[in-house]
């Protein structure tokens, strides 16, 4: 009886060994430390190094090793587009400013010809009473020019 229980004592640490050997084969290393591993993930820590037994790629740890490596990349990613979007955004106001300076410099020059057409139509007006007598004397004079003046000239400044 004594040899039988210890046979099976021995049958079960043999078999408990197998068992545990073969979750920790699966597991691809100690669960503390994949609990640790899972730990620095979450706090946004990539780049721990993960070691692995050679052709291990199905393991809890290869995949875990396999999520951190897909992480990193995605945040390598995400901070070049980043990067790309803010010289983007410099780019563009940049162009809003020179934009912005030339709208002004046109402002500027629209504001001058405006003075400059208010100056001429002030001189305009202030001709126009004197018009009639310019066209007045122009009858005169024109008949006294030679005949080829009064061909070349406008047909409302001929007698």
Avoid: Y
């Avoid at 050997?21 to 780049?47: D, Y």
């Amino acid at each position: 009886m004594i040899l039988g229980g210890l046979t099976a004592a021995v049958m079960a640490v043999i078999f408990g060994t197998w068992i545990v050997t073969g979750i920790v084969r699966q597991l691809g290393g100690e669960l503390g430390e994949a609990a640790n591993l899972a730990k620095h993930v979450a706090e946004g820590k990539l780049s721990m190094r993960i070691d692995l037994r050679p052709g291990d790629t199905t393991s809890l740890m290869a995949q875990l090793r396999a999520m951190q490596e897909s992480l990193a990349a995605v945040v390598t990613q995400v901070r070049q587009g980043s990067e790309s979007v803010a010289t983007a955004s410099a780019e563009i106001a940049e162009g809003n400013h020179d934009l912005s300076a030339r709208t002004e410099s046109q402002a500027s020059s629209l504001e001058q010809t405006a003075a400059s057409m208010d100056e001429l139509s002030a001189t305009v007006k202030q001709k126009t009473p004197t018009a009639p007598l310019g066209a007045t004397s122009l009858r005169w004079v024109l008949p006294q020019w030679p005949s080829r003046a009064e061909k070349s000239s406008p047909r409302w400044c001929r007698p």
